[in-house]
DNA sequence: GCGACAG
DNA sequence: ATCTTGTCGC
Protein backbone atom coordinates (compact mmCIF):
# COMPACT_ATOMS: atom_id res chain seq x y z
CA UNK A 1 0.00 0.00 0.00
CA UNK A 2 0.81 3.70 -0.61
CA UNK A 3 2.56 4.40 2.70
CA UNK A 4 2.65 8.23 3.29
CA UNK A 5 3.71 9.53 6.96
CA UNK A 6 2.13 12.62 8.36
CA UNK A 7 4.97 13.10 10.47
CA UNK A 8 8.96 12.38 9.64
CA UNK A 9 11.44 11.81 12.84
CA UNK A 10 14.14 9.70 13.54
CA UNK A 11 13.87 6.34 15.13
CA UNK A 12 16.96 5.97 16.50
CA UNK A 13 16.78 8.30 19.66
CA UNK A 14 17.54 7.99 23.04
CA UNK A 15 14.52 7.14 25.56
CA UNK A 16 14.36 10.58 26.87
CA UNK A 17 13.96 11.72 23.25
CA UNK A 18 11.19 8.94 22.52
CA UNK A 19 9.79 10.00 25.37
CA UNK A 20 9.45 13.78 24.09
CA UNK A 21 8.05 12.55 21.14
CA UNK A 22 4.82 10.55 22.05
CA UNK A 23 3.95 13.95 24.43
CA UNK A 24 4.41 15.96 21.14
CA UNK A 25 2.49 13.61 18.76
CA UNK A 26 -0.13 12.83 21.35
CA UNK A 27 -2.51 15.24 20.91
CA UNK A 28 -2.64 14.33 17.57
CA UNK A 29 -4.52 10.81 18.46
CA UNK A 30 -8.72 11.45 17.36
CA UNK A 31 -10.94 9.81 18.73
CA UNK A 32 -13.92 9.44 15.88
CA UNK A 33 -16.10 7.27 14.35
CA UNK A 34 -14.94 4.78 11.24
CA UNK A 35 -16.73 6.19 7.98
CA UNK A 36 -18.23 3.20 7.38
CA UNK A 37 -18.41 0.09 8.80
CA UNK A 38 -14.90 -2.14 7.59
CA UNK A 39 -14.84 -4.71 4.95
CA UNK A 40 -10.95 -5.71 5.54
CA UNK A 41 -8.87 -5.53 8.99
CA UNK A 42 -5.20 -5.70 8.86
CA UNK A 43 -3.62 -8.24 11.89
CA UNK A 44 -0.16 -6.46 12.38
CA UNK A 45 2.31 -8.09 14.84
CA UNK A 46 6.14 -8.24 15.10
CA UNK A 47 8.24 -10.78 16.06
CA UNK A 48 11.64 -10.78 17.68
CA UNK A 49 14.48 -13.89 18.09
CA UNK A 50 17.90 -12.48 18.93
CA UNK A 51 18.60 -9.65 16.93
CA UNK A 52 16.40 -10.70 13.53
CA UNK A 53 13.36 -8.14 13.80
CA UNK A 54 10.03 -9.98 11.58
CA UNK A 55 7.09 -7.85 10.75
CA UNK A 56 4.33 -9.34 9.64
CA UNK A 57 0.66 -8.01 8.13
CA UNK A 58 -2.22 -10.05 7.44
CA UNK A 59 -5.37 -8.57 5.60
CA UNK A 60 -8.81 -10.01 6.57
CA UNK A 61 -11.64 -9.88 4.79
CA UNK A 62 -15.14 -9.31 7.51
CA UNK A 63 -17.33 -11.08 8.18
CA UNK A 64 -15.59 -14.50 7.72
CA UNK A 65 -11.97 -13.43 8.27
CA UNK A 66 -10.84 -14.75 4.99
CA UNK A 67 -6.88 -13.84 4.43
CA UNK A 68 -6.65 -11.91 1.08
CA UNK A 69 -3.55 -10.26 1.59
CA UNK A 70 0.00 -10.61 3.79
CA UNK A 71 3.16 -8.92 3.67
CA UNK A 72 6.60 -9.98 5.86
CA UNK A 73 9.71 -8.00 6.41
CA UNK A 74 12.63 -8.88 8.51
CA UNK A 75 15.64 -6.43 9.19
CA UNK A 76 17.58 -6.07 12.67
CA UNK A 77 16.28 -5.01 15.90
CA UNK A 78 17.02 -1.45 16.52
CA UNK A 79 15.71 -0.76 19.92
CA UNK A 80 15.65 -2.16 23.05
CA UNK A 81 12.49 -3.76 24.92
CA UNK A 82 11.17 -0.60 27.31
CA UNK A 83 8.04 -0.66 28.63
CA UNK A 84 6.08 2.77 27.21
CA UNK A 85 8.76 2.84 24.15
CA UNK A 86 7.02 -0.18 21.79
CA UNK A 87 6.94 2.16 19.22
CA UNK A 88 10.78 2.34 18.49
CA UNK A 89 11.28 -1.50 18.66
CA UNK A 90 8.30 -2.25 16.15
CA UNK A 91 7.74 0.29 14.01
CA UNK A 92 10.85 0.41 11.89
CA UNK A 93 10.18 -3.12 11.06
CA UNK A 94 6.41 -2.36 10.14
CA UNK A 95 7.06 0.47 7.64
CA UNK A 96 8.71 -1.49 4.89
CA UNK A 97 6.66 -4.55 5.75
CA UNK A 98 3.42 -1.99 4.69
CA UNK A 99 5.15 -0.98 1.37
CA UNK A 100 5.21 -4.91 0.70
CA UNK A 101 1.45 -5.01 0.66
CA UNK A 102 -0.64 -5.49 -1.96
CA UNK A 103 -3.50 -3.99 -0.31
CA UNK A 104 -5.03 -1.02 1.72
CA UNK A 105 -7.12 -2.08 4.84
CA UNK A 106 -9.96 -0.06 6.23
CA UNK A 107 -8.57 -0.49 9.74
CA UNK A 108 -5.20 -2.17 11.59
CA UNK A 109 -5.22 -4.12 14.86
CA UNK A 110 -2.20 -3.95 16.68
CA UNK A 111 -1.29 -6.32 19.50
CA UNK A 112 0.15 -3.13 21.58
CA UNK A 113 -2.00 -0.21 23.57
CA UNK A 114 -3.48 2.87 21.83
CA UNK A 115 -4.26 5.36 24.01
CA UNK A 116 -3.71 3.12 27.51
CA UNK A 117 -0.11 4.19 28.00
CA UNK A 118 1.41 6.08 30.00
CA UNK A 119 1.61 9.40 28.02
CA UNK A 120 -1.84 8.21 25.55
CA UNK A 121 0.47 7.46 22.69
CA UNK A 122 1.11 3.88 22.63
CA UNK A 123 2.00 1.42 19.50
CA UNK A 124 -1.73 1.44 17.96
CA UNK A 125 -2.05 5.39 18.54
CA UNK A 126 1.85 5.64 16.54
CA UNK A 127 0.78 3.70 13.97
CA UNK A 128 -2.31 5.42 13.43
CA UNK A 129 -1.29 8.96 13.28
CA UNK A 130 1.78 8.51 11.36
CA UNK A 131 0.12 6.92 8.45
CA UNK A 132 -3.34 8.67 8.91
CA UNK A 133 -4.91 5.75 9.19
CA UNK A 134 -7.83 3.68 11.74
CA UNK A 135 -5.92 1.78 14.22
CA UNK A 136 -6.95 0.18 17.55
CA UNK A 137 -4.82 -1.85 20.02
CA UNK A 138 -5.37 -5.78 21.44
CA UNK A 139 -2.70 -5.90 24.28
CA UNK A 140 -2.45 -9.50 26.50
CA UNK A 141 -1.67 -7.39 29.99
CA UNK A 142 -1.63 -4.35 31.44
CA UNK A 143 0.36 -1.33 31.20
CA UNK A 144 -1.47 1.89 32.06
CA UNK A 145 -5.34 1.97 33.77
CA UNK A 146 -7.01 -0.16 36.26
CA UNK A 147 -10.35 -1.78 35.77
CA UNK A 148 -13.41 -0.40 36.19
CA UNK A 149 -15.38 -2.71 38.06
CA UNK A 150 -15.16 -7.18 38.01
CA UNK A 151 -15.71 -8.97 34.76
CA UNK A 152 -17.58 -11.62 34.38
CA UNK A 153 -16.56 -14.99 32.59
CA UNK A 154 -18.72 -14.92 29.48
CA UNK A 155 -17.44 -13.63 25.87
CA UNK A 156 -18.86 -10.42 25.48
CA UNK A 157 -18.58 -8.78 28.81
CA UNK A 158 -16.95 -5.47 29.57
CA UNK A 159 -15.66 -2.97 31.83
CA UNK A 160 -14.36 0.61 31.41
CA UNK A 161 -10.22 0.64 31.58
CA UNK A 162 -9.88 4.05 34.07
CA UNK A 163 -6.92 5.94 34.89
CA UNK A 164 -6.31 8.83 37.32
CA UNK A 165 -7.60 12.70 36.59
CA UNK A 166 -11.73 12.61 36.64
CA UNK A 167 -11.51 9.12 35.96
CA UNK A 168 -10.72 9.18 32.30
CA UNK A 169 -11.88 6.12 30.29
CA UNK A 170 -8.51 4.96 28.10
CA UNK A 171 -9.49 1.45 27.44
CA UNK A 172 -12.17 -1.41 27.87
CA UNK A 173 -11.12 -4.90 29.30
CA UNK A 174 -12.87 -7.27 26.99
CA UNK A 175 -13.57 -11.28 27.25
CA UNK A 176 -13.58 -12.13 23.94
CA UNK A 177 -13.98 -15.90 24.60
CA UNK A 178 -15.88 -17.90 27.58
CA UNK A 179 -13.58 -19.00 30.12
CA UNK A 180 -10.39 -16.91 29.08
CA UNK A 181 -8.27 -14.12 29.76
CA UNK A 182 -9.35 -10.36 28.74
CA UNK A 183 -7.67 -8.62 26.86
CA UNK A 184 -6.99 -4.53 26.68
CA UNK A 185 -8.76 -2.79 23.95
CA UNK A 186 -7.87 0.84 23.20
CA UNK A 187 -8.26 3.04 20.78
CA UNK A 188 -5.30 3.75 18.14
CA UNK A 189 -6.82 6.84 15.95
CA UNK A 190 -9.52 7.46 13.89
CA UNK A 191 -12.52 5.41 15.53
CA UNK A 192 -14.24 5.00 19.02
CA UNK A 193 -13.05 2.94 21.74
CA UNK A 194 -17.17 1.00 21.10
CA UNK A 195 -16.37 0.04 17.31
CA UNK A 196 -12.89 -0.43 18.70
CA UNK A 197 -14.18 -3.23 21.32
CA UNK A 198 -16.80 -4.48 18.48
CA UNK A 199 -14.23 -4.96 15.93
CA UNK A 200 -11.97 -6.83 18.64
CA UNK A 201 -14.82 -9.34 19.45
CA UNK A 202 -16.24 -9.67 15.48
CA UNK A 203 -12.60 -10.46 14.76
CA UNK A 204 -12.04 -13.22 17.94
CA UNK A 205 -12.23 -17.23 17.32
CA UNK A 206 -15.84 -18.22 17.73
CA UNK A 207 -15.27 -22.14 17.24
CA UNK A 208 -16.97 -24.19 20.25
CA UNK A 209 -14.71 -25.36 23.07
CA UNK A 210 -15.40 -28.87 23.77
CA UNK A 211 -16.85 -28.87 26.95
CA UNK A 212 -15.17 -30.74 29.37
CA UNK A 213 -12.02 -28.92 28.46
CA UNK A 214 -14.30 -25.88 29.76
CA UNK A 215 -14.61 -27.18 32.84
CA UNK A 216 -11.40 -28.19 33.66
CA UNK A 217 -10.40 -25.03 33.07
CA UNK A 218 -12.92 -23.51 35.15
CA UNK A 219 -11.70 -25.23 38.10
CA UNK A 220 -8.25 -24.63 37.96
CA UNK A 221 -8.81 -20.98 37.19
CA UNK A 222 -10.98 -21.39 40.47
CA UNK A 223 -8.16 -22.35 42.44
CA UNK A 224 -5.95 -20.35 41.33
CA UNK A 225 -8.08 -17.79 42.88
C1' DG B 1 14.34 3.61 47.79
C1' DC B 2 10.42 0.42 46.13
C1' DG B 3 7.10 -1.52 43.02
C1' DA B 4 5.28 -1.64 38.15
C1' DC B 5 6.34 -2.55 33.70
C1' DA B 6 2.47 -3.41 26.10
C1' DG B 7 6.04 -6.83 23.58
C1' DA C 1 8.60 -11.13 23.25
C1' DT C 2 11.24 -15.86 23.61
C1' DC C 3 12.55 -20.07 26.19
C1' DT C 4 11.47 -24.24 29.12
C1' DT C 5 9.07 -27.56 31.70
C1' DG C 6 4.91 -29.88 33.16
C1' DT C 7 -0.27 -31.32 32.67
C1' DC C 8 -4.43 -32.37 30.67
C1' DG C 9 -7.79 -33.49 27.09
C1' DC C 10 -8.83 -35.52 22.57
Same mark, same amino acid.
Request: with cysteine.
Given at each position: ??????????????????????????????????????????????????????????????????????????? !?????????????????????????????????????????????????????????????????????????????????????????????????????????????????????? !????????????????????????????????
Amino acid at each position: MDVTLQHEHAWDVSTGEAKALQKRLAPQVRAEPLPRAPQTVAGVDVSIRGDLAQAAIAVLRLPELEVVAEAVHRC !DVPFPYVPGLLSFREMPALLPALRKLDATPDLFMLDSQGLAHPRRFGLACHFGVLLNVPALGVAKSRLEGERAGELSVEKGSRVALLDDDPGETIGAVVRTRDDTNPVYVSIGHRITL !DEAVEITLQCSPRYKIPEPTRAAHKLSRKERE
